[in-house]
């Protein structure tokens, strides 16, 4: 495996982890809405999904752009001629 696709493959794993933070702190959520009887929950549980929602924006972003990135890519590997150069 290259470096890229170490990095990628981090990236992705990097994701799924913070996806199960993001649920379990949405959980944690209703739960103290629940429980409080109408009483608002603390605030710091109230924003807690918001660091890990961040965080699922940037990679999912960057993931779901990799396959436009690839393909540019390809298309500039490519010479004159039509014939591909060394591939990365």
Known sequence: MTSM????????????????AFTLSVIANF??????KGAQPP????YAPLLPL?????????MFALPYL?????RRSIDDRGTPTAAI
């Open 31 to 36: 739960v103290a809405m629940g429980v409080g």
């Open 70 to 74: 690839d393909r540019r890519g390809a």
């Open 5 to 20: 696709q170490n990095a990628r493959s981090g990236i992705r794993q990097f994701h799924r982890w913070v996806s199960m």
């Open 43 to 46: 605030a710091w549980i109230t």
């Open 54 to 62: 961040a965080l699922l924006l940037f990679t999912g972003l960057y």
